[in-house]
């Protein structure tokens, strides 16, 4: 791959401020739901996907690739989400081979109930801690970052 | 919790952007270092942490919280990093009741044969996609909820 552009002082604080905080922010995040909801940060991520996709459901491909999962590792997730009564999968009305998840009542009810929760550990530990102005830059840089990934397809 | 300060339109664009860019950012740079060194985006963090740190050891509870992970969690994967021969356990010199983990040989190879890889993709996924000062405001921000995190004692 030729010479390695390897990050320079500012760069580098950049990528290790946001790798940092970002592992540490989703832990508390996390930590906080399974307290007092008794569910994971991804399962509720999972749960929001649904809730905005048009009939409550999405294929899972397109669902794994909203997550930055896998297809093997969204299944096993669904799967145990299935035995918890918060999603379902059925087969895909407009194509019989593909599978969709769905939102289940009790899925939806859990997200209702634990919303409060995440919002509020949402704005307490990064929200509310940045400038209107730093917001607005944060949309920015990763609304082109995912479309910079969407472009390379994944 | 009283009422519920639910997000205004341009601070759920932020948090909307953020969190899936990162999680697609996430799995790219997984993609990305599996395919070419087969080793796991976390592994690799594990190995980094390592490496920075004094002696190139860590106690596994200050491990735990750097990479956002719980002590068990972080448990399963050390002891899988240790059959892989990237790291071991030891009992920790300043505490015998604790413990560390090392970086091994082997983990250090590894490090340094992946390390074009993974800067290449942070280079192309985030850093080269923003302006400098774009990428101070990134530096600052997540400097001040890191801090925030630490002084929750998270």
Do not use: N
Not at 48 to 54: D, F, S, T
Not at 70 to 97: C, F, N, W, Y
Not at 115 to 132: N, Q, Y
């Amino acid at each position: 791959m030729g010479e390695v552009r390897w990050l320079s002082e500012p760069e580098m604080s950049a990528w290790r401020a946001y790798i940092v905080a970002t592992l540490r922010l989703r832990q508390r995040l996390h930590r906080e739901l399974a307290a007092a909801h008794d569910v994971s940060l991804t399962d509720y991520e999972v749960l929001v996907c649904l809730e905005m996709a048009p009939d409550r459901r999405m294929r899972m491909s397109e669902l794994a690739t909203t997550m930055g999962s896998t297809k093997s590792r969204l299944s096993h997730q669904i799967a145990r989400m299935e035995v918890a009564g918060l999603a379902r999968r059925a087969p895909d009305p407009e194509d019989k081979r593909g599978v969709v998840a769905e939102l289940t009542p009790g899925g939806e009810a859990l997200l209702k109930e634990a919303a409060p929760t995440h919002v509020e550990g949402v704005r307490a530990h990064l929200i509310d801690l940045m400038t209107p102005e730093e917001q607005s830059v944060l949309a920015r840089v990763f609304s082109r970052v995912d479309e910079h990934l969407e472009g390379l397809g994944s």
